[in-house]
């Protein structure tokens, strides 16, 4: 997937709130072996009500398993924050 691709699906999956832009980029994080930004494109396909499988939980889960709980708090941190910055531009 192409940098502009990618960039198209971020602003879809977090300005538009569009759950199969968020679940495209989750795919993407976990087929690239991401893992911070797996972990928050995760959350913000949750958050979304985007349809998870047993296999978008059980990487995540292994990611968080290895994070210290500070690292873990700061990644839950920018999630929330991703989040807030898009409905600060809806404003």
């Known amino acids: 997937m192409s940098r502009a ?3 198209e699906l971020v602003k879809r999956a977090y ?6 832009a968020a679940m495209a ?16 494109r995760y959350l913000q396909a949750q958050y979304l009500g985007a349809p ?3 296999r978008h939980h059980e990487y995540v889960k292994a990611i ?3 994070m210290s709980a500070a690292t873990l708090a700061r990644v839950l941190g920018e999630a929330r924050a991703r989040r807030g ?6 404003a």
């Open 64 to 66: 968080a398993a290895r």
């Open 52 to 54: 998870l499988d047993a």
């Open 85 to 90: 910055q898009a409905s600060c531009a809806d």
């Open 5 to 7: 691709q990618t960039s």
């Open 15 to 20: 300005a538009a709130g569009d759950a199969d």
């Open 25 to 40: 980029l989750l795919d993407q994080s976990i087929a690239l072996g991401h893992r911070r930004i797996a972990l928050i």
